[in-house]
């Protein structure tokens, strides 16, 4: 399984949900697969998808999921220590780690050898940290989501993106499309 | 430690609408802090970089409130891209109050190169800035403030090393 059929299968649990997706092929591909109003693309600000999530969780009752991927989480490590202080019941950490920086040309990342996104998520202090396959994200996900537990779910997929063009959506359309969802 | 100016600055903030904090600490910011972390009124935490700051502020925007990050202003550094692709890009108002590390009465001189950066970056930044050199600056907080609600921009205070040294 790779990015493109991870997400594909955790659509159908996004929708209750407020999404905010990691920058570039990610963002793409959730746009591609379904585009919905609670979904906020990251258009720029490479590795700050998970702290975005965190801030905004601390503001509203309903889940918030941060869809990371690997190098986006390593390249802002510090996160993980103050989700796993501050993260209310209702913030899911999704890390989709394919072992490569899928936006730039599937350079490998450093959880391609030695390093685990999961031990150092529980070495930040994070309680719930899972790590498990593609196929088996949809169903632990449903889980942690009823279950309301703040949550690392580190999610071993393949390498490989699907082409696709850039976001056509205006910045403040995006924005103000996503804070109604919010609301409602 | 506590000052007059620390409770000036906190109180002038939260007057003007903020009620959402992060922080990289300082050591001229920590009477700011110390207020911050018995404050019920307000949401605060600590963060472990200027950058991640502002994606927790991004975020908290997103919900609704008025976010400010305390930081130094050698953090206008670490986050340029973040200012700039996701607090400018998507319109997003936050107050950055920036110890003013560098100026004179600064001891470390580590801290000068990037002082002396830090006016013309905020200017080239297209970011406004109050700079306080006395205590009396204090009281265009306000109005600043409020500058930042209504045109969905980031601004920043920026405070000199001698006047946060004052009690």
């Given at each position: 399984?790779?990015?493109?059929?991870?997400?594909?299968?955790?659509?159908?649990?996004?929708?209750?949900?407020?999404?905010?997706?990691?920058?570039?092929?990610?963002?793409?591909?959730?746009?591609?697969?379904?585009?919905?109003?609670?979904?906020?693309?990251?258009?720029?600000?490479?590795?700050?998808?998970?702290?975005?999530?965190?801030?905004?969780?601390?503001?509203?009752?309903?889940?918030?999921?941060?869809?990371?991927?690997?190098?986006?989480?390593?390249?802002?490590?510090?996160?993980?220590?103050?989700?796993?202080?501050?993260?209310?019941?209702?913030?899911?950490?999704?890390?989709m780690d394919n072992g490569s920086y899928g936006?730039?040309?599937?350079?490998?990342?450093?959880?391609?050898?030695?390093?685990?996104?999961?031990?150092?998520?529980?070495?930040?202090?994070?309680?719930?940290?899972?790590?498990?396959?593609?196929?088996?994200?949809?169903?632990?996900?449903?889980?942690?989501?009823?279950?309301?537990?703040?949550?690392?779910?580190?999610?071993?997929?393949?390498?490989?993106?699907?082409?696709?063009?850039?976001?056509?959506?205006?910045?403040?359309?995006?924005?103000?499309?996503?804070?109604?969802?919010?609301?409602? | 430690?506590?000052?007059?100016?620390?409770?000036?600055?906190?109180?002038?903030?939260?007057?003007?609408?903020?009620?959402?904090?992060?922080?990289?600490?300082?050591?001229?910011?920590?009477?700011?802090?110390?207020?911050?972390?018995?404050?019920?009124?307000?949401?605060?935490?600590?963060?472990?970089?200027?950058?991640?700051g502002f994606g927790i502020c991004a975020g908290?925007?997103?919900?609704?409130?008025?976010?400010?990050?305390?930081m130094q202003d050698s953090g206008l550094g670490?986050?340029?891209?973040?200012?700039?692709?996701?607090?400018?890009?998507?319109?997003?108002?936050?107050?950055?109050?920036?110890?003013?590390?560098?100026?004179?009465?600064?001891?470390?001189?580590?801290?000068?190169?990037?002082?002396?950066?830090?006016?013309?970056?905020?200017?080239?930044?297209?970011?406004?800035?109050?700079?306080?050199?006395?205590?009396?600056?204090?009281?265009?907080?306000?109005?600043?403030?409020?500058?930042?609600?209504?045109?969905?921009?980031?601004?920043?205070?920026?405070?000199?090393?001698?006047?946060?040294?004052?009690?």
């Open positions: 399984m790779n990015r493109y059929q991870l997400i594909e299968s955790l659509v159908p649990i996004l929708e209750d949900t407020l999404v905010i997706c990691n920058i570039g092929i990610p963002s793409q591909e959730l746009f591609s697969i379904c585009d919905r109003d609670n979904h906020f693309y990251m258009l720029g600000s490479m590795g700050l998808c998970s702290s975005i999530g965190l801030g905004l969780s601390l503001t509203t009752k309903k889940s918030v999921i941060a869809l990371e991927g690997d190098g986006s989480v390593l390249m802002n490590l510090g996160s993980l220590a103050t989700i796993a202080n501050r993260s209310p019941e209702n913030f899911v950490l999704i890390i936006s730039t040309g599937d350079q490998a990342t450093y959880t391609s050898e030695s390093t685990s996104l999961a031990m150092i998520a529980r070495g930040a202090g994070c309680d719930n940290v899972i790590e498990c396959s593609g196929i088996d994200t949809k169903e632990l996900l449903g889980d942690v989501l009823q279950q309301r537990v703040p949550s690392v779910i580190v999610s071993k997929i393949d390498p490989g993106s699907q082409p696709l063009p850039v976001i056509p959506l205006h910045p403040i359309i995006l924005r103000e499309r996503f804070r109604s969802s919010i609301k409602s | 430690m506590k000052n007059r100016i620390s409770e000036q600055l906190i109180s002038a903030l939260k007057a003007a609408g903020v009620d959402f904090f992060v922080s990289v600490p300082c050591k001229l910011l920590s009477g700011q802090i110390q207020l911050l972390e018995g404050d019920s009124s307000i949401s605060y935490l600590p963060v472990t970089r200027e950058e991640e908290a925007h997103l919900g609704g409130l008025f976010p400010c990050i305390l670490n986050s340029v891209n973040a200012i700039k692709s996701l607090i400018q890009f998507f319109q997003i108002p936050i107050v950055m109050l920036m110890s003013y590390r560098g100026s004179p009465g600064e001891p470390v001189p580590a801290q000068a190169p990037m002082g002396w950066l830090t006016p013309e970056l905020l200017r080239l930044m297209q970011i406004p800035v109050l700079h306080c050199h006395h205590r009396q600056d204090i009281a265009d907080i306000g109005p600043l403030v409020s500058h930042a609600w209504v045109t969905q921009s980031p601004v920043a205070i920026l405070i000199d090393f001698n006047l946060m040294e004052q009690n």
